[in-house]
């Protein structure tokens, strides 16, 4: 995939074949999270070998920017500014995020999680606790949170003075001897 990343992606033929949220909450009905595919392909008939085997080589790559969900704009700037930071996190662009798309759905893990969680302390100066990513998963529902939230001040790593040495650490002197 573009951003060199894995996803499960699931296969879907019959007739008459629900829509593709409609698979996807059925399948989160009865599957943990981590197995529920993050891309789902609606086919015709699913390519078979001569021993009637899924012949794999013929199934077709799937839209990496397609969710087969309606898109609900952002109506707020904290919404728009979610947007843009789901988008830097998962690599997808911001016209296929919308306010109420599952972050796990659209390829997002606990790393990307924990990426997200710094990404709106630095932006928006709110420090959201990890599990709240998965509490609310939308941006519609973290931006909820987001408002309600007190602000605390983003403070990056900043650089420590030019010295010609610099004092090991504990670790450091562990090694060193």
Known sequence: ????EKYLVAYAAGSPLPSVPGIKTAL???LPAYMVPAFIVPMDEIPRTAHEKVDRQRLP???MNETGEDIALPQNDIQRTLVDIWSQVLFLPAEK??????FFQLGG???KATALVSRVHRDLGVKVPLVEIFRAPTVRELSLYI???PGQRY????PVEK????PLSSAQARLYV
């Open 155 to 158: 403070s990056g790593l900043q």
């Open 1 to 4: 995939y573009p951003n060199g």
């Open 163 to 166: 010295k010609e040495y610099y």
């Open 61 to 63: 790559e799937p839209d």
């Open 109 to 111: 893990q606990s790393l």
């Open 97 to 102: 995020i919308g306010v109420d798309t599952d």
């Open 28 to 30: 989160s009905q009865s």
């Open 147 to 149: 408002q309600r939230a």
